[in-house]
């Protein structure tokens, strides 16, 4: 299935609607992604703003990991084109333009955790900045852990070190591949809205897959539902959700109904409008 899928209603964090962004940040046209005789990704025609929050969600093995490392220069398409600020995904990989958090942290156990954030851009050839290192820790509620390794905090905060190593690279765009996915729900829901406020507060642009219908509703801008394999676009719905969130909205009726929807999209497979 495949279309134009772009359609976002942006708002502000009072909840009013601004005027959509007109840069594209990222753009996939017709992508399709083989491996030997199974077809992972199906024909996919996206658009991402700049500073979007887009979530995608679908079922195990619909393809959605596979299209985010096809985003991030990971993996090659089999047909079709995508681009990043234009370019290819390579040239923005080498450039360290994506920040990748993936649900397996991969800190180095033997780094403190400012160790860690700064490793990854000494590797992309960037000057590492400790002070600016400190201040992300400190976003990402982490101010006095700067000496922990990795063994010595939670999955949680194991995962707000990921993610401040990701801000530090200095990318515009943050590929999250699952990172709560080991966490348990009450740790999802709070790392969800402290990652909408870092997001709130950076202003990057992020492509965040996950299989909690939930936790997708909770963080888009706009929700991307996934067919099963092969993973085709089913429907794409601007969130029409109070900014700034908390756990709060997790009560309210609107928030339900958009769950709704996203179950209905999973289920059935057809075309949200």
């Known amino acids: ?151 010595e905090l939670s999955g949680g905060m194991a995962q707000r070190v990921a993610i401040a190593r990701a801000l530090h690279l200095g990318a515009s765009v943050l590929l999250m591949d699952e990172p709560f996915g080991e966490l348990d729900e009450l740790t999802r829901e709070e790392m969800g809205v402290e990652v909408r406020r870092v997001w709130r507060d950076q202003r990057k642009t992020v492509v965040f897959v996950t299989h909690s219908v939930p936790e997708a509703v909770f963080l888009a801008d706009r929700c991307v539902v996934m067919s099963d394999q092969p993973g085709e676009i089913a429907g794409v719905f601007d969130v029409e959700l109070p900014r700034p969130r908390d756990e709060s909205v997790y009560g309210t009726t609107a928030f339900q109904e958009q769950v709704a929807r996203v179950r209905t999209a999973l289920h059935e497979g057809y075309e949200l409008r």
């Open 1 to 151: 299935m495949g279309g134009d899928k772009t359609g976002a209603r942006a708002t502000d964090e009072s909840g009013r609607e601004r005027s959509q962004r007109s840069e594209t940040a990222i753009r996939l046209d017709g992508v399709t992604v083989d491996f030997e005789e199974v077809r992972a990704v199906a024909d996919v025609d996206l658009r991402v703003s700049e500073g979007e929050f887009v979530t995608v969600i679908g079922p195990s093995g619909c393809g959605k990991t596979t299209l985010l490392r096809t985003v991030g220069g990971l993996q090659d398409p089999t047909a079709g084109t995508v681009r990043v600020g234009g370019s290819p995904p390579e040239r923005a990989r080498r450039a360290g333009e994506f920040g990748f958090v993936f649900q397996q942290h991969a800190l180095l156990p033997w780094k403190s955790a400012l160790e860690n954030v700064v490793f990854l851009r000494k590797m992309v050839g960037k000057s590492p900045d400790r002070e600016r290192a400190r201040e992300l820790l400190a976003t990402v509620g982490l101010a006095g852990f700067e000496d922990a390794r990795p063994a």
